[in-house]
């Protein structure tokens, strides 16, 4: 039996890219906050004001985070290929194309930068017309207070000081809300889409160097995983196109759930010839 390959490469103990725009959220996520208690004391010109203030922060997170995707979808890319090459060269494959990217490979960049660039911009947009809405709220709290003066007495601050402290605290900067119901803020919701699209494109760098080469079988890689769904597949052999019979696809593989978010798990390109040695 051949021994399939352990990788230490993808799960890395620091990633510096994903640490760098983690902070950046963190910066922005605690501006955020400062930015909406700041609505308690304010009258509804003011808070007008002070949407354009908020407004003004998420356009500068977007802003950050465009330019960390141009910078690092890339470097990721680049990093995928070169793996999937060395690979190639470490199991003595002939590797015709080693180098460089024709308009293919820069395609394939740019709609995964897209692809990055939109998730976060999607959650950031939505933040946008939550916190527009909690100041509507809010002006009607305070209409509702001049509609009924001797009713409301002292009631109305309690139900502003409600509102914001449910809104900064709670619900204003939780970005996304998964399938179980688990909440992200938006600082690990951007940690997580971070470090997930750097695997996702490193991957597709690497399945796209090796369809180059003339390899539709890779093989997943082992890093003792404690995920079920994912530890199932480790040394498995997967074909990346479906095109060659008798292996399960990739896309077969994804739908089990391996290669989920945060997962570290990653493959390397093999021969017919390695395949047929390998347990299915
Ligand atoms: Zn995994």
Redesign the pocket.
Known sequence: MVKSPKIFLKPETRDLAVEQLTEFFKEGRLVLQDALVALEGMNPVERGVQMQRISGIINDLEFGTKRWVEKNIPISYKEGADFAVNQMLRKNLKVSVQKGFDSIHRDAVQALATATYDSMFGTLEALRSRTQRTIAQLNGIDVQDKLFKDITKGETRQRIKKVIKEEAKEKGVVAFTDRGGKRWDVERYSEMVARTSRADVFNNAVANRALENGFDLVQVTRNS?S?VE?AMWEGKVLSLTGATPGYPTLEDAKLTG???PN???TYTPLSMEEAVTIPR
């Open positions: 995983s995920h994912c391996i290669f989920h997962c570290k798990h």
